[in-house]
């Protein structure tokens, strides 16, 4: 299936802060994929806190359900005397690459 975007109109219909269960939410990847796109959502990021592990089952499922997926990661950093939280999308394709080759 081929993507093409038609920004006013998906945007409208987006979320792009999500967790799974992976890190604090209450669904898998999966069924997080699901509810979505029963409610209408077509462009969900999931954006679990200092993990990426829900995002090749969520990818699995967004094809099921034609939804596009934006994998995305909530980093816990510490600067200084502060603890900061930095979000980040589409990226963490490289971070996932870079993960299965170190574990090789």
Same mark, same amino acid.
């Given at each position: 299936?081929?993507?093409?975007?038609?920004?006013?109109?998906?945007?409208?219909?987006?979320?792009?802060?999500?967790?799974?269960?992976?890190? !604090?939410?209450? %669904?898998?990847?999966?069924?997080? &994929? /699901?509810?979505? $796109?029963?409610? @209408?959502?077509?462009?969900?990021? =999931?954006?679990?806190?200092?993990?990426?592990?829900?995002?090749?089952?969520?990818?699995?499922?967004?094809? !099921?359900?034609? %939804?596009?997926?934006?994998?995305? &990661? /909530?980093?816990? $950093?510490?600067? @200084?005397?502060?603890?900061?939280? =930095?979000?980040?999308?589409?990226?963490?394709?490289?971070?996932?690459?870079?993960?299965?080759?170190?574990?090789?």
């Amino acid at each position: 299936m081929s993507y093409k975007p038609n920004l006013a109109e998906d945007f409208a219909f987006s979320d792009l802060h999500c967790h799974s269960y992976c890190s !604090d939410g209450e %669904l898998s990847p999966r069924h997080l &994929v /699901e509810r979505a $796109a029963e409610k @209408g959502v077509r462009i969900l990021a =999931l954006t679990d806190h200092d993990t990426v592990d829900g995002v090749q089952e969520a990818r699995a499922a967004s094809h !099921d359900y034609a %939804l596009k997926l934006i994998p995305g &990661v /909530e980093l816990t $950093a510490l600067w @200084g005397s502060g603890l900061f939280i =930095l979000s980040g999308w589409g990226l963490i394709l490289i971070i996932l690459n870079c993960r299965r080759i170190s574990m090789t």
